[in-house]
């Protein structure tokens, strides 16, 4: 037994650290808070809309006229930011800041207003939102919109490789839609449209989410994202739903700065249940897609 003691004293002197080593090494980190800063590069925007509403002067027109915005009103597929910062018409401002937890993460969503514009000769009758342009009239439009939100995952496998994560989103789309004669001044816009919600000009259109994130990877250092969600309503008249689609490979060559190259699918269809005297009505089926760039930054 004394031949064995030297041995076993060696070895409880040297467990100790080696646990702490494999600690160490074991140790992945769960918990932030941050900032992530985004340019969301020229998402295609397509749109099929029918908007009625009140004439000016109080008569009621809700007559109105389903069309596609680029082929008949000849609307770009280049964004405008109207926030401080434009990417030359390139590309839109998007915030997120977060906290993640190893059970719970937060993040919220800020897309910042941007517009397609678009000028056209019309080749037939439009009705937009109360007022009627006539075949041949040189119109001016204006599609302007703006996204906020939040996210809530439910973390129920978090490791070093892999991480998967119901969410429960509440969000919001915001929307500000123009036409314009542009040699008589004739407008029509959203403003006529009396809806539940609005912010200034934009008319707000609240959305639930439920979806769910997956992450793979060696996540200290590369992190590859795939998010689904999606949402119905009926609330308030207004009936619908949206897709979200997001993907996205997230680099940190130091633990609290990472660059993610991504892209992202966004669907809406929406409509109002009810056409009355008193208030107009719409109907859309809208869709982006385009990649972003960002930075992130975690404390």
């Known amino acids: 037994m004394t031949r064995w003691l030297p041995?076993?004293?060696?070895?409880?002197?040297?467990?100790?650290?080696?646990?702490?080593?494999?600690?160490?090494?074991?140790?992945?980190?769960?918990?932030?808070?941050g900032l992530r800063v985004g340019a969301w590069f020229q998402p295609t925007f397509n749109m099929d809309v029918q908007v009625t509403g009140r004439a000016l002067g109080g008569l009621t027109n809700l007559v109105g006229t389903e069309f596609d915005v680029e082929r008949d009103l000849g609307v770009e597929e280049n964004p405008r930011s109207t926030a401080l910062i434009d990417f030359d018409e390139s590309a839109v401002l998007e915030?997120?800041?977060?906290?993640?937890?190893?059970?719970?993460?937060?993040?919220?969503?800020?897309?910042?207003?941007?517009?397609?514009r678009g000028e056209t000769q019309l080749t037939r009758t439009l009705n937009f939102a109360g007022q009627s342009f006539s075949a041949s009239t040189t119109v001016d439009s204006k599609f302007r919109?703006?996204?906020?939100?939040?996210?809530?995952?439910?973390?129920?496998?978090?490791?070093?490789?892999?991480?998967?994560s119901p969410l429960v989103g509440a969000r919001a789309?915001?929307?500000?839609?123009?036409?314009?004669?542009?040699?008589?001044?004739?407008?029509?816009?959203?403003?006529?449209?009396?809806?539940?919600?609005?912010?200034?000009?934009?008319?707000?259109l609240p959305y639930p989410e439920l979806g769910v994130a997956v992450h793979a990877g060696y996540?200290?250092?590369?992190?590859?994202?795939?998010l689904i969600a999606g949402s119905y309503v009926d609330y308030f008249g207004f009936e619908g739903g949206s897709y979200r689609v997001e993907a996205?490979?997230?680099?940190?060559?130091?633990p609290w700065v990472g660059i993610q190259l991504g892209a992202r699918y966004l669907e809406f269809d929406f409509s109002s249940q009810s056409n009355n005297s008193r208030n107009g009505a719409f109907d859309f089926d809208l869709e982006y897609l385009g990649a972003n760039l960002s930075l992130i930054v975690r404390l």
């Open 219 to 226: 996540r200290d250092y590369v992190d590859v994202r795939l």
């Open 173 to 204: 789309l915001l929307v500000d839609w123009e036409i314009r004669d542009s040699l008589s001044g004739l407008k029509a816009d959203t403003t006529d449209i009396k809806g539940a919600l609005r912010l200034g000009d934009f008319q707000v």
């Open 95 to 116: 915030l997120n800041p977060f906290v993640e937890t190893r059970w719970v993460s937060v993040y919220g969503w800020l897309v910042t207003p941007f517009e397609y």
């Open 145 to 164: 919109q703006a996204f906020f939100g939040t996210d809530v995952t439910i973390n129920i496998f978090n490791n070093r490789f892999f991480r998967i």
């Open 7 to 33: 041995l076993l004293l060696a070895l409880l002197l040297l467990s100790p650290a080696a646990y702490a080593d494999d600690e160490g090494d074991d140790e992945f980190e769960t918990g932030w808070i």
């Open 248 to 254: 996205s490979v997230t680099a940190y060559p130091i």
